[in-house]
């Protein structure tokens, strides 16, 4: 199968009327970024630098990121780069790293909030990611953010790190600035960031469990609590509206993006850009350009209506039956 979807890799990204799609790859370890390009991609909508940490036994040092960011955007070959800056805490526990024991750690020092918490290795990140942005197109995002201050506080230590390469003569490149989009707080209150912003991406899997109040890890509540539930598709919508009110762009980053069954909705609800696990890129752009824009659009519409789980899903179903 993976051989037969190859004749889709250079097709351009877009339906059959004409409505263009951005395409890009999540990536989460490094043997992730050849796969890229093999499946053609337009870029890295996500690249999850925590794996840097996963396996290390000490922080990789700024000279150690600035280069495997540059390796990134080389085999790249001029398409964008989005490194999401580290996602620590949560699940996530580096030992080399100071982490507090906490009761709740989802709901604890994670994303931004570690990273405002230790500024030398955020500041560290920036500086390596602002010089690779001398050798490409680089975007620095930033994980669970949900309110202003915490942006106010990332530029002052942004400020810090180009000022720091400026003494020690170092040059470094313009890189545009987004949060992922994962927590209610940072839906309601993109008004007071988005001035503050180039992009957004949905993280679609936080800001699923974050909503619903429901444990992504717990199996026993994937069933019930999925993100194709109306409270999560309101707030992707209201994204999406905010977003386009101030002219940001805006993505999908979350594993709702990789399924192609779920492709006419997002893009039905307005997305022209999402970020997608490159083992199914190519599914879901043969969903993209078998498809009709204006039908993503009445279908996106329909299933707004929708109030019950069972009914998005058998929506859904019947559209890409219809499909065949
Ligand atoms: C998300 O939360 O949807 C996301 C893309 O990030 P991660 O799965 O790495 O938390
Ligand atoms: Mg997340």
């Known amino acids: 199968r993976r051989q037969a979807l190859m004749i889709y890799k250079d097709k351009p990204s877009q339906t059959r009327d004409g409505h263009k799609v951005t395409l890009l790859a999540n990536v989460g370890n490094l043997s992730e970024i050849s796969h890229v390009t093999d499946v053609g991609a337009q ?3 996500l690249f999850r ?3 840097l940490l996963m396996n290390a036994k000490a922080l990789p040092d700024e000279h150690q990121q600035y280069k495997l960011y540059c390796d990134a955007l080389h085999s790249l070959q001029g398409e964008v780069l989005t490194i999401r800056t580290f996602d620590i805490g949560a699940d996530k526990e580096i030992p080399f790293l100071p982490q507090n024991n906490e009761d709740n750690p989802a709901l604890g020092i994670r994303g931004i909030r570690y990273s405002l918490a230790h500024p030398e290795t955020f500041i560290t990140q920036v500086k390596a990611a602002l010089r690779a942005a001398n050798h490409g197109q680089v975007r620095l995002m930033f ?9 106010d506080a990332a530029f002052l230590l942004i400020e810090r790190a180009k000022s720091e390469l400026n003494e020690q003569e170092k040059g470094f490149g313009a890189l545009s600035y987004g949060i992922v989009v994962e927590t209610p707080a940072a839906v309601l209150n993109l008004p007071s960031m988005l001035p503050l912003l180039d992009f957004v991406s949905i ?3 936080d800001l699923t469990q974050y909503t619903l109040a429901a444990d992504r890890t717990n199996p026993h509540l994937a069933k019930q609590y999925p993100p194709l539930s109306p409270a999560v598709i309101q707030l992707i919508a209201l994204t999406i509206s905010h977003c386009k009110h101030t002219h940001v762009s805006v993505s999908l980053c ?5 399924d192609p069954q779920v492709l006419p909705l997002l ?4 997305l022209d850009e999402l970020s997608i696990n490159p083992a199914n890129l190519l599914d879901v752009k ?3 350009i078998e498809g009709n824009y204006t039908h993503f659009v009445n279908h996106a519409q329909h299933i707004a209506l929708l109030t019950r789980i069972t009914d998005i899903r058998e929506a859904i179903n019947a559209f890409s039956l219809d499909c065949d």
Not at 254 to 258: A, K, M, R, T, Y
Not at 267 to 270: A, F, P
């Open 49 to 51: 630098t925590e794996f």
């Open 203 to 205: 993280g679609t899997n």
């Open 143 to 151: 994980p669970m953010v949900s309110q202003v201050e915490e942006l």
């Open 43 to 45: 870029g890295i909508g």
């Open 267 to 270: 893009v039905g609800l307005g």
């Open 286 to 288: 043969v969903a993209l």
């Open 254 to 258: 979350g594993e709702l993006g990789s």
